[in-house]
């Protein structure tokens, strides 16, 4: 069965940018899974959805095998300035809300379709991680670093910025699919 899911359908949900491209290109890479063992980010070995629950960089490429096309989608914000912490936390609440909904989208063409969001998964308060299993496993992503992937070259290989300009902000995600 062929996708029928258009970039117009796509950016109807409300991203600024997208392109289909060829997950055969994504580099998986060690040195970005050991950015998050370093704590760049504050969540490696406290949710299910980061490293070192989400798995080895290895399987990632192995769970990536399997699919044939790829869409990365993006939220950008423009910012007063640099300084502009509501404008970012509001493109993160955006982007993430609109991830959720083009994940929908997907599965209703692709129910095995790999999510691949942006940043930590912060839909409850306090993760189960370790004691009990995730209490929302369809709505949980984990993210394209977590995966291996360095972001601004996945970016410029599906044909899109990683930045817009001074003042911007661009939240990236992809979805893998058949």
Not at 1 to 29: C, S, Y
Not at 52 to 74: D, F, L, N, R
Not at 148 to 164: D, Q, R, S
Request: hydrophobic share 35%.
């Amino acid at each position: 069965m062929e996708n029928k899911i258009t970039l117009d359908d796509v950016l109807a949900i409300g991203f600024e940018h997208a392109a289909f491209f060829d997950p055969a290109n994504l580099e998986f890479r060690q040195e970005v899974r050991e950015m998050c063992a370093a704590g760049k980010c504050h969540m490696y070995d406290k949710c299910w959805s980061c490293p070192p629950a989400c798995g080895t960089v290895e399987e990632s490429v192995e769970k990536a095998k399997k699919y044939t096309k790829a869409v990365m989608i993006q939220t950008t914000a423009v910012m007063e300035d640099s300084f502009d912490f509501e404008t970012m936390m509001q493109a993160a609440k955006d982007h993430k809300e609109r991830f959720g909904k083009v994940v929908e989208l997907f599965r209703t063409e692709d129910p095995d379709c790999l999510p691949m969001g942006a940043g930590g998964c912060n839909i409850c308060k306090k993760c189960t991680y370790p004691d009990e299993p995730c209490r929302f496993p369809d709505k949980a992503f984990t993210s394209m670093e977590a995966y291996g992937l360095y972001v601004a070259g996945e970016c410029k290989k599906a044909g899109l910025e990683y930045n817009y300009g001074p003042n911007t902000l661009t939240y990236s995600s992809c979805i893998l699919f058949n």
